[in-house]
């Protein structure tokens, strides 16, 4: 994969260079202070009318079609860029975008080359004490996607593997399991597809390093499949939330322990509306997951935890028949969670081994309703709102 890789820069060379050439020109304006839009109503989305019935459908079928998750195979790509600059951009407030060049082979053995625009994201991972690497948003032109297993995507997240070590590879993986985990779970729940990127500079040509990313599907697309749209809503509660898809989103996060998220912040959720009106909460991003396990996580100081491989329950009080409703579809989709993490090739032993004795753990904690309401209806009080 690495030399079929290199083998395609030296067919792009000349493309490259064009390409530095055009980011230096253009590196004075896009680092220039971008004047704010004045930010709109987020309460002006929840009235907005919603279209014909036929629309709504359409559209959850093309974002169900996306070619990009179509597949289960890692994605082999390479990234052209001006890396070193790139890395340097860590102010979380920063507009720059930076070209670059994806390519990659399609399963014709044909070569696909997308001009494309990256900035970094994030604010833990994009800080240097946690990660030498930043992770990436991905913007493609849609003059240059058709046909490519990119149609239809505008923006994409990337998450990269934060350093370039062998033991992160590990980090990633575990990461990406999370996503089909939930899948598996809920079809209210981001999609992911594995990949394996090559970095390249752009102006010597040379590669940094291949290592394992994932693709996340867009929040609209999240959206589209559910028959809904995204409103930014922040500042709202449990009371606010469909019951069910709240409590079953809320076991996933405690199965996996992770406790970097919040509805009142609009941190690392995202909220669908229906034509009902009725609000979904959807998570992602959980690399700060004791599932994960990743070397730099540490649980917030309010929480009373000492570790993220703690778990800690952080959703609303529910009676045991309340819980038992989740806990049982979890259960159900215990043997295909298991086989996923079995399937998933890249893992080495010990991870495997780790990932798999830590959900079972949890499945223990769900498997009868004494155990329930002992672990999550006996003492259960609010947590602080963060």
Same mark, same amino acid.
Request: glycine share 6%; proline share 7%.
């Given at each position: 994969?690495?030399?079929?890789?290199?083998?395609?820069?030296?067919?792009?060379a000349?493309?490259?260079?064009? +390409?530095?050439?055009?980011?230096?020109?253009? =590196?004075?304006?896009?680092?220039a202070?971008?004047?704010?839009?004045? %930010?709109?109503?987020?309460?002006?989305?929840?009235?907005?009318?919603?279209?014909?019935?036929?629309?709504?459908?359409?559209?959850?079928?093309?974002?169900?079609?996306?070619?990009? *998750?179509?597949?289960?195979?890692?994605?082999?790509?390479?990234l052209?860029? /001006?890396?070193?600059?790139?890395?340097?951009?860590?102010n979380?407030?920063?507009?720059?975008?930076?070209?670059a060049?994806?390519?990659?082979?399609?399963?014709?053995?044909?070569?696909?080359?997308?001009?494309?625009? +990256?900035?970094?994201?994030? =604010?833990?991972r994009?800080?240097?004490?946690?990660?030498?690497?930043?992770?990436?948003?991905?913007?493609?032109?849609?003059?240059?996607?058709?046909?490519? $297993?990119?149609?239809?995507?505008?923006?994409? %997240?990337?998450?990269?593997?934060?350093?370039?070590?062998?033991?992160?590879?590990?980090?990633?993986?575990?990461?990406?399991? &999370?996503?089909?985990? *939930?899948?598996?779970?809920t079809p209210?729940?981001?999609?992911?597809?594995?990949?394996?990127?090559?970095? $390249?500079?752009?102006?010597?040509? %040379? @590669?940094? &390093?291949?290592?394992? @990313?994932?693709?996340i599907?867009?929040?609209?697309? $999240?959206?589209?499949?559910?028959?809904?749209?995204?409103?930014?809503?922040?500042?709202?509660?449990?009371?606010?939330?469909?019951?069910?898809?709240?409590?079953?989103?809320?076991?996933?996060?405690?199965?996996?322990?992770?406790?970097?998220?919040?509805?009142?912040?609009? =941190?690392?959720?995202?909220?669908?509306?229906?034509?009902?009106? &009725?609000?979904?909460?959807?998570?992602?991003?959980?690399?700060?997951?004791? +599932?994960?396990?990743?070397?730099? @996580?540490?649980?917030?100081?309010?929480?009373?935890?000492?570790?993220?491989?703690?778990?800690?329950?952080?959703?609303?009080?529910?009676?045991?028949?309340?819980?038992?409703?989740?806990?049982?579809?979890?259960?159900?989709?215990?043997? /295909?969670?298991?086989?996923?993490? /079995?399937?998933?090739?890249?893992?080495d032993?010990? @991870?495997?081994?780790?990932? %798999?004795?830590?959900?079972?753990? *949890?499945?223990?904690?769900?498997e009868?309703?004494a155990?329930?309401?002992?672990?999550?209806?006996?003492?259960?009080?609010?947590?602080?709102?963060?």
């Open positions: 994969m690495r030399r079929l890789a290199l083998t395609r820069l030296g067919t792009t000349v493309v490259i260079a064009a +390409l530095v050439c055009a980011g230096a020109a253009t =590196h004075a304006q896009q680092h202070p971008a004047a704010k839009a004045p %930010k709109k109503n987020p309460l002006l989305k929840l009235v907005e009318p919603w279209p014909e019935e036929a629309v709504l459908l359409a559209r959850r079928t093309e974002a169900e079609r996306r070619p990009l *998750f179509q597949s289960t195979e890692p994605l082999a790509f390479t052209a860029a /001006d890396f070193k600059l790139i890395n340097k951009d860590r979380p407030e920063s507009t720059a975008r930076y070209p060049l994806l390519s990659l082979t399609d399963e014709r053995g044909r070569e696909q080359t997308i001009h494309v625009r +990256l900035s970094p994201r994030g =604010h833990f994009r800080m240097a004490r946690n990660c030498s690497f930043v992770p990436l948003r991905v913007e493609l032109p849609a003059a240059e996607t058709a046909g490519t $297993v990119f149609e239809g995507q505008s923006t994409l %997240k990337l998450g990269t593997h934060c350093q370039d070590d062998k033991s992160y590879e590990q980090i990633t993986l575990r990461e990406y399991l &999370t996503y089909p985990i *939930f899948n598996i779970v209210r729940s981001f999609r992911a597809r594995l990949a394996r990127g090559t970095y $390249v500079d752009a102006k010597s040509g %040379k @590669a940094h &390093t291949t290592r394992y @990313a994932i693709f599907e867009h929040e609209n697309d $999240v959206a589209r499949r559910m028959g809904g749209r995204i409103v930014e809503l922040p500042r709202t509660g449990f009371k606010d939330m469909e019951a069910s898809t709240l409590t079953l989103m809320m076991l996933f996060e405690y199965m996996i322990g992770n406790t970097d998220f919040s509805l009142w912040a609009l =941190h690392n959720v995202r909220l669908v509306q229906d034509p009902a009106r &009725t609000l979904f909460p959807v998570p992602y991003d959980f690399d700060l997951s004791g +599932l994960v396990a990743a070397p730099y @996580a540490i649980p917030e100081p309010r929480l009373g935890i000492r570790s993220v491989s703690d778990r800690l329950y952080r959703g609303p009080c529910r009676t045991v028949d309340e819980l038992e409703a989740a806990a049982s579809m979890l259960r159900e989709k215990r043997p /295909d969670i298991l086989a996923l993490v /079995d399937r998933t090739s890249g893992l032993s010990g @991870a495997r081994s780790d990932v %798999k004795n830590y959900l079972e753990s *949890f499945f223990k904690t769900i009868r309703p155990s329930i309401k002992r672990q999550f209806v006996d003492g259960c009080k609010p947590l602080p709102t963060m």
